[in-house]
């Protein structure tokens, strides 16, 4: 009996073992640090070198800006 409990331990072992490696991985860099490390594209606004992400900023005019306050301007 103790064999056994002993064999499920171990496999218990192994795959929190394998699943901890696999979590780790996935998360590299990104739920560890505090400072959100994203893989997304930054840019800089043109008019006031502001970096933002691509996602969020103003694209005009093949130029990026943060906002679109910021495009106006720069267009003008
Ligand atoms: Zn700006």
Same mark, same amino acid.
């Given at each position: 009996?103790?064999?056994?409990?002993?064999?499920?331990?171990? &496999?218990?072992?192994?795959?929190? %073992?394998?699943?901890?490696?696999?979590?780790?991985?996935?998360?590299? =860099?990104?739920?560890?640090?505090?400072?959100?490390?994203?893989?997304?594209?930054?840019? &800089?606004?043109?008019?006031?070198? %502001?970096?933002?992400?691509?996602?969020?900023?103003?694209?005009?005019? =093949?130029?990026?800006?943060?906002?679109?306050?910021?495009?106006?301007?720069?267009?003008?």
């Amino acid at each position: 009996m103790l064999k056994v409990i002993l064999l499920i331990l171990a &496999i218990l072992l192994v795959y929190w %073992l394998f699943w901890g490696q696999r979590k780790k991985n996935s998360t590299d =860099g990104s739920a560890d640090k505090s400072a959100p490390a994203s893989p997304e594209k930054m840019v &800089i606004c043109a008019h006031c070198q %502001l970096h933002v992400p691509e996602s969020e900023c103003v694209t005009a005019e =093949g130029r990026h800006y943060c906002c679109d306050e910021h495009a106006r301007l720069g267009q003008s």
